[in-house]
RNA sequence: GUGGAUGUAGCUCAGUUGGUCAGAGCACCAGAUUGUGGCUCUGGGGGUCGUGGGUUCGAGUCCCAUCAUCCACCCCA
């Protein structure tokens, strides 16, 4: 029996892997365009990294963790999400007495065991940014600029933007209370879920799709009003500071989101109609992350964005990567490959974008192969050019064939290429 | 984790009430006067019908299990 690709993974084969090279150009360019720059960390961390940074009550850690015992009896995890690995590196390095702020960008695979379906896998990619270091709500608008400036690069119009403020540890705490005693006498009329986890982290219980919950709880305080005058302060700026740079979003009473370490303001990217999972991004402030990872009392902020989910969004995408060489080299008589693989050689060692058959083909599978490469040009080597020291160069659009010859053969393909 | 649908050549899919049912299109390969492409025509290779059991004289077609994909729930990116 064959072994498979372990549910929820996939290869990422041509020409798909050219979307993806798309995708992630525009998403660099346009977080260096801000100001951020790349990040690496390791694809593992400790178990307790995770369970820190992101959350004990959390969906991710109770049930989506790839966590594993190594060799060394050491409990490790598989990153199911990126900003706790950044906050560590932060930590680890002391970065945080340099220049601040810190701005960082991420990209690459993360992992959650969850059931798969369009648009979620186990093994997913990423990219977000982090800043850490400004408590500013100015730098929150940069974040969310950044945010939807890439949308609009990729062409994806019909986001919508959700947006909302979550308290600091202060003011949520107090919510918290408040939500619990409002929930508490109808706690019977919500689903079995919200039920089991009110108690513990009520908020959730906003953002409940289930039609019963909403109406069990209809009417209850929301966070914006329980927001202490700094926190109020602080969404307002956000708020004016997205008016002010033209950035639509909706307030969102019920926008909560799922990892614990999230304060202040938080936002959410729907893309309706790439399936069931229709969020592609989201993202939020976290003061209180660093301290959680052993640091000092350092604020952050950032967002990530689904890629696999962005790409559904980008099914308009035209294969950029259909002309794959601009020079054929065909050998019309297998004794004089040799002779072609030179001229491949030197071909390549000049710049120019060339490829040869491999497998034997006949001068005829020859040109067709040079045809579904998207050859401009074709040099043509048999019996007649050998012996009488030329090379034809085929134009495949016009079927001019002229003679050239090996010393000027360079100079002729790249003066031809540049007027084709 | 719960409920449901689906699983036939590389891809998209046909395959009636179980008995030439292993097929089509695309892709691939080879020919159509011997060194030449994109169109057309002809021919060809390729599938133990997801996997493993079972029922039957006989199963792609029925039953069970398992794996995978998809949908809803859930959750998030």
Redesign the pocket.
């Known amino acids: ?2 072994v ?7 290869d990422i084969l041509p020409p798909d892997s050219s979307k993806w090279h798309y995708l992630e150009k525009i998403l660099r360019e346009t977080a260096a365009l801000f100001g951020y720059r790349e990040i690496r960390t390791p694809v593992f961390e400790h178990t307790e990294l995770f369970e820190r940074g992101v959350g004990e009550s ?3 850690v109770n ?2 963790m790839y966590t594993f015992i190594d060799k060394s009896e050491r409990s490790l995890t598989l990153r ?2 990126g ?1 706790a690995s950044c906050a560590r590196a932060l930590v680890e390095h002391s970065l945080y007495n340099g220049l601040l702020p810190v701005k960082w960008y991420y990209i690459g695979p ?1 992992f ?11 093994q ?3 990219f ?1 940014v982090e800043a850490f270091g400004s408590n500013s709500p100015y730098i929150d608008a940069e974040v969310i600029i950044l945010l939807v400036e890439i949308l609009n690069k990729l062409g994806l119009k019909n986001y919508e933007l959700h947006l909302n403020s979550v308290g600091c540890s202060v003011c949520r705490k107090e919510y918290r209370e408040k939500l619990i005693s409002y929930i508490t006498p109808v706690k019977d009329r919500l ?1 079995p ?2 039920r089991s ?1 009110y108690q513990k982290n009520p908020l ?1 219980v906003l ?4 039609e019963a ?1 909403h109406q069990a709880i209809a009417g209850y305080p929301t966070i914006y009003d329980s927001l202490c005058d700094e926190c109020r302060e602080h969404y307002a700026s956000v708020r004016k500071a997205l008016d002010d740079n033209g950035v639509s979003y909706k307030h969102d009473d019920n926008l ?4 614990d370490y999230y304060t202040n303001t938080a936002f ?3 893309i309706p109609g790439i ?9 939020g402030r976290y003061n209180g992350l660093v301290k959680e990872c052993g640091g000092p009392d350092v604020p952050g902020i950032g ?8 790409l559904l969004a980008l099914d308009n995408f035209d294969d950029l990567n259909k002309r794959m060489t601009d020079v054929f080299v ?1 050998v ?2 297998g004794q004089y490959e040799d002779i072609g693989v030179k001229i491949l050689t030197d071909l390549r060692r000049a710049g120019i974008r060339a490829d040869k058959d491999y ?14 490469l998207g ?1 401009k040009l ?1 040099i ?8 009488n020291r030329f090379l ?1 160069v ?6 001019e ?1 002229v003679k050239v010859g090996h010393d000027e053969i360079i100079d002729f393909i790249k003066r031809e290429l540049e007027v084709s």
């Open positions: 029996m064959q498979k690709a372990p549910r929820g993974t996939y959390t969906d991710i049930k989506e199911p999400e900003t993360m959650r065991y969850d059931r798969p379906e369009t648009g979620r896998f186990r997913f990619h990423q977000g689903c879920d919200c986890r959730r953002d409940c799709k289930n919950c909560v989101r799922g990892l959410e990217v729907h399936g069931a999972q229709s969020a592609v991004g989201g993202g967002f990530a964005l689904g890629m696999e989910r962005l065909a019309m008589e497998t034997g083909k006949s001068p005829k599978a020859q040109m067709k192969y040079a045809d579904k050859a074709v043509l080597l048999g019996e007649d050019e050998v012996k034809t085929r134009n495949m659009k016009t079927k064939q």
